[in-house]
C-alpha cells in the first residue's frame, strides 16, 4: 500500500476486511485485507487531508482551505462541500457514517448531511475549533476550541446543537476519547514541561469524576474496546514517557510502564491484552496490559512515520490475527506463535527441494503439508502415495523404518509460479 507521501489517515471497515489510507500525495488507497491486493476504485485528486466514512463509501477531504468535499469512494465524484469562512481545521464522521461535523478558524463547528451537504446544525464558539469526537451513538458531539489565552470543551446534542455540557480548562487538552457506553470522557491534559493530568468527564454534566495526576502532561488517552480500562501516555519529548493503565471508575493504576519518549499514541489489541504504542518516531512497542510487560518491538522507518500519526489496531479475517497500521505498514499480529506458523505454511507458493534441504541441513523428507498442499515439488502422485504412510510412521512416534521416498522427478510445469528458487520458500 506504497504512497508517494505521507499517510494521513487510516481506516478499517466494520468488517475488519477492507482497510483504506490515504496520503499526502492526494490519493485513497484499499486495501482486501482477505486477498492482500489493493481494491479497485483508488481514488486520486483529493485534498491532502483525508477521513474515511465507517462504512468506506465516502471520503472527507480537505486542505488548506475554506472548505470541505465529500466524495464517493467507488467513483471519486464529489457529492457535497462544506463552505466555511476561514480555513477548516478539523473533521469527524458520525458513527453511522451519515453525517458530518467540521470545524473552523471561523469560531464555528457545523454538522451537515453526508449525502447532500444540507447543514443540519451549526454551533459558534468563542475560538477556532480545533477537535471534534462524536460520543459512540452519535447523539452527541464534543468540541474543543482555543486560542492562546483560553481553552474550551463542550459537549452539545447532534440534532439540536443545544449546549449539554461546558468545561472551561485552563490547560491545554492534547486528547479526547469517549467511552464506549457514551456516559464518560476522558482528557489528557498539560503542557510541555510541565505536570498533566488524565480527567475523567461525565458526559451529561460535564462534571469531572475524577483526576489523575501525572509527572509530566498527558499525550494520549485511550479506552479498551470493552470499555473496561483506560491507557495514558505522559511524558517528555524526546526525553522520557510513560504508560498507565488505569480502572475508569476508580481512577486505580492497574499497571505503570516507563518508555523513552512521550507516546504519540496508543492502541488497545482487539482482545484487550496489550497495547501498541508509538512513543518515538520510528518503533512501535507491544505491552502486556496486565504487568505492564514489553514484549515485542517493532521498528518502523524513521524517515516516513510523522510523529503525530495514530495506530490502529483491529481483528483481520477469521483466523484469530490481528493487524496494527500506521503510516501506510500493516504489522500482523498473531495470539500464539503456531497460528503465526499456520498463516506462513497457508501463504507459501513452493517448498524446499531435495538439494535445497541437503544445503540447511534438513532431514530429506519434506513436511507433510507441503504434500498436502500439492506444493511443487511435492505436487506428483507418487508424493500422495507417500503421504499416508510417512503420516502412520510420524504417529507411531516414528517407530521401525521410515517409508522410502518417491523417486518423483523434480520439475517445474511450464510458466508455473512459484517454483523459481528467486521465489521465498517456506520449510
Known sequence: MAHRGIVSQIA????????????????VRIF????????PGNQKDVGSKQVLSP???WLATWSLGKAAQIVEVATGGELARVIHDDSVEAVAWSPDGTKLATGSSDKTARIVEAATGKELVRVTHDDTVWALV??????QLAIESSSKS??????VDAVSGNEI???????????????????????GIGKEREPGEALFIEAATGQVIFRAHHDHHVTVVAWSQDGGRLATGSGLSNVLGELRVLEPTTGTELARAALDDAPSSIAWSPDGTKLAIQANGDAVQIIETTNAKKVAQVSLDKMRIPFYNKIIWSTIGESGASGIFIDGDLLRVFPTSQALVDAAKSRASRCLTKKER??????????????????WPYHAAPWQTWLPLQKAWLANDRRGKAPNLPNAEEFCPFLRIGCGISNDPVN
Not at 483560553?150 to 459537549?155: L, P
Not at 530429506?364 to 500439492?374: H, I, K, M, S, Y
Open 12 to 27: 478499517w471497515s466494520p468488517d475488519g476486511r477492507w482497510l483504506a489510507s490515504a496520503s499526502w500525495d492526494k490519493t
Open 150 to 155: 483560553s481553552q474550551k470543551f463542550r459537549i
Open 358 to 375: 541437503e544445503q540447511y541441513f534438513l532431514p530429506l523428507a519434506p513436511p507433510t503439508w507441503c504434500v498436502e498442499r500439492q506444493l
Open 32 to 39: 482486501d485485507t482477505k486477498t492482500d491486493r489493493l481494491a
Open 134 to 139: 462524536w460520543s459512540p451513538n452519535g447523539k
Open 55 to 57: 462504512d468506506r463509501r
Open 165 to 187: 455540557a461546558l468545561g472551561l480548562r485552563g490547560n491545554k487538552i492534547n486528547s479526547l476519547a469517549w467511552s464506549k457506553d457514551g456516559m464518560r470522557l476522558a482528557l
